[in-house]
């Protein structure tokens, strides 16, 4: 079956632009992730949804940094008025709904490689 | 593509050796531990999970070893093929933190012909 899938795959834009980035999770999969990677460095997390309940925006570097998830879809991820510390790829996971307290698998797309000029 | 692998950790092994890949955690709370192997260019792909209630699983030609007392985690590859270079990141998961993993630096992984 099909993964996750993001785009674009690739991102170039100007300091100050907003820009919006797309993902797909597995079908099924009622939970979703954000995470970011800086260039040689492990992967921060930036927000989670789990099916109707209120997202976990704890990681969200700051209110420039948004995101919006319909129903146990597409996921949108937002920056506006980008900087250049914005610089990343933009990986989202999706998995299973947790239950029983047990953690479920995540798994991940292919990425969003933003480069902000 | 996309390096991944600049100023990490290093370990560079001859192709059909075996590899070990070291982690160490800092949470004891932690209750779910996952290794990922990312070649350039591409997410994260899942290689094995363990939880705390066991400290060995054993996958394809993979191993992980965890150690709750000192908060250790490996990863072991057996026979070592030029398929597995790539930077291996080992991640945890702390009871009760809604499921978003706490993702460690990483290490590359070289296997040389």
């Known amino acids: 079956g099909a993964g996750v899938s993001q785009s674009p795959s690739n991102k170039v834009t100007e300091k100050g632009k907003d820009v919006e980035l797309r993902c797909d999770p597995i079908?099924?999969?009622?939970?979703l992730y954000w995470y970011r990677q800086r260039l040689g460095q492990g992967l921060e997390f930036l927000i989670y949804f789990q099916g109707n309940s209120a997202p976990d925006k704890s990681g969200l570097p700051s209110d420039r940094f948004s995101a919006e998830r319909t129903g146990e879809s597409v996921s949108t991820l937002t920056i506006q008025r980008t900087q250049q510390e914005d610089s990343a790829v933009y990986l989202c996971a999706s998995s299973l709904h947790r239950t029983s307290g047990l953690t479920e698998t995540q798994y991940f797309g292919p990425g969003t490689r933003l480069l902000v000029l | 593509g996309e390096s991944v692998g600049l100023h990490l950790p290093t370990l560079s092994v001859q192709e059909g050796d075996n590899s070990i890949i070291n982690c160490a955690y800092s949470?004891?709370?932690?209750?779910?531990f996952i290794w990922y192997k990312q070649e350039s260019g591409k997410g994260p792909q899942f290689i094995i999970d363990i939880r705390s209630n066991m400290d060995k699983r054993q996958g394809q030609r993979v191993t992980v070893l965890l150690n709750k007392t000192v908060k250790h985690l490996s990863l072991q590859i057996a026979a070592t093929q030029p398929g597995d270079s790539a930077v291996y990141f080992c991640?945890?998961?702390?009871?009760?933190?809604?499921?978003?993993?706490?993702f460690g630096k990483g290490t590359k992984l070289s296997v040389k012909p």
């Open positions: 991640a945890e998961n702390i009871e009760g933190s809604q499921g978003n993993l706490i």
């Open positions: 949470n004891s709370a932690s209750d779910y």
């Open positions: 079908s099924g999969h009622t939970a």
